[in-house]
Structure formats: structure tokens, C-alpha cells
């Protein structure tokens, strides 16, 4: 890779991309599983990629999720098109001789306890959240994400009999700008960043 994107991308990436509260539009089965095509390419330790994605679309499926919600996030969450529960499998190394062929990486994490184990879960699922923005961004799609719900209700009810724990919730669809609030500072590069 050579050539930097060029102004209008990164705008849609980074620059003019906001969190919405409020979403309109419809969220299409196809542009989910464009999204996961584009996301899963996302770098994890070791290919680890320990998310395992729950999009919520259905009247049914949103009324499992409202108890969970913090007040603060309800109404906009069952309102938006699509929200994205984005968990952690706590057997992802089960996953490893085909996710990382070229080495026995599975002995690197089966025999480690439970707070290794969700430790690399969390950290790389996280990341996969990061990516997972980004690759609805490219497609047209606005994010609101959020850590403002009950996990033992969300995995209560989504992940129930797995070894999958709920990590990041994001709505998508198309952001009402009228949602908005201005956008809040960030931290310059002296602040935030140092070159050694």
C-alpha cells in the first residue's frame, strides 16, 4: 500500500464522522455481512479475533435487549436500525489452528485462568469494535457506540449457554444531524503523543 486516502475518505473516516444519538434509514442484511467482510481483516493478536457480533434488527430482538439498556440509551437504541452486540468468546483459542496455522498458538491461551483469558478477549474485541466503525463508516453508515447497558442481562439474553461475553454495544444506521451535539474537543498530539 502506497497511496494515502485521499481527503474526502479520511473526512469519512475520521474528520467529519460523529456518535449519533438519533438514526434513521434501514440497515440492509447484505451491508451486515459487507461490514463483517471488511472488519474481519482487522488485525488481533495472534488472528485471535474473539468477537462474535449479535446484530439486532428484529422488534423481538430489540424488546430482549431494552431491559438491559440504561435509560440514557433506550429510546435511542431501540430506535435505531441496526445495533450491533459485539462479545468476546472466551474460547477463542478453539478457533487458532485455523486462524493461525503456522504455529500451535492454541497452547499459547487454552491453559491460561478466566481473567487471561477475558483480558485478550476484551482487548481484541475491542479493537475488532474499532474496525468495526470504521468498516460501517466506509459504507455509508453512521456508529453510536456505547458500554452504557447491563452485560450479565445482555449475555442473559443473546449469549446464553456459550462462552461468549458481551463487550460493546453500536447502533448503526443513518445519524440524524439533528442529534448532534458539537463536537468535543480532542487532545493535541503534544498532549497526547511524544516521538522517542
Not at 462462552?163 to 468535543?184: C, E, F, M, W
Amino acid at each position: 500500500m502506497t497511496d494515502a486516502l485521499n481527503d474526502a475518505a479520511l473526512d469519512q473516516l475520521f474528520r467529519s464522522a460523529r456518535t449519533y444519538n438519533a438514526f434513521t434509514g434501514e440497515v440492509s442484511d447484505e451491508t451486515l455481512q459487507q461490514l463483517y467482510g471488511l472488519l474481519k481483516f482487522g488485525p488481533t493478536e495472534a488472528n485471535t479475533t474473539p468477537a462474535r457480533i449479535v446484530f439486532v434488527k428484529s422488534a423481538e430482538a430489540k424488546a430482549r435487549l431494552a431491559p438491559a439498556l440504561s435509560e440514557g440509551n433506550r429510546a435511542k437504541t431501540l430506535a435505531a436500525p441496526a445495533v450491533a452486540i459485539i462479545g468476546y468468546d472466551m474460547r477463542f483459542f478453539d478457533k487458532l489452528p485455523v486462524l493461525f496455522p503456522h504455529v500451535a498458538a492454541k497452547a499459547w491461551f487454552e491453559h491460561r485462568d478466566e481473567a487471561g483469558l477475558a483480558w485478550v478477549g476484551l482487548r481484541n474485541s475491542s479493537l475488532q469494535t474499532a474496525y468495526l466503525i470504521l468498516a460501517a463508516r466506509s459504507l455509508g453508515l453512521d456508529c453510536g457506540p456505547m458500554t452504557g447497558f447491563d452485560n450479565a442481562m445482555v449475555d442473559a439474553a443473546f449469549f446464553a449457554g456459550t462462552a461468549v461475553r458481551s463487550n460493546i454495544l453500536v447502533n448503526l444506521g443513518q445519524g440524524d444531524p439533528a442529534s448532534l451535539y458539537p463536537r468535543s474537543p480532542r487532545l493535541a498530539f503534544d498532549e497526547a503523543c511524544q516521538i522517542a
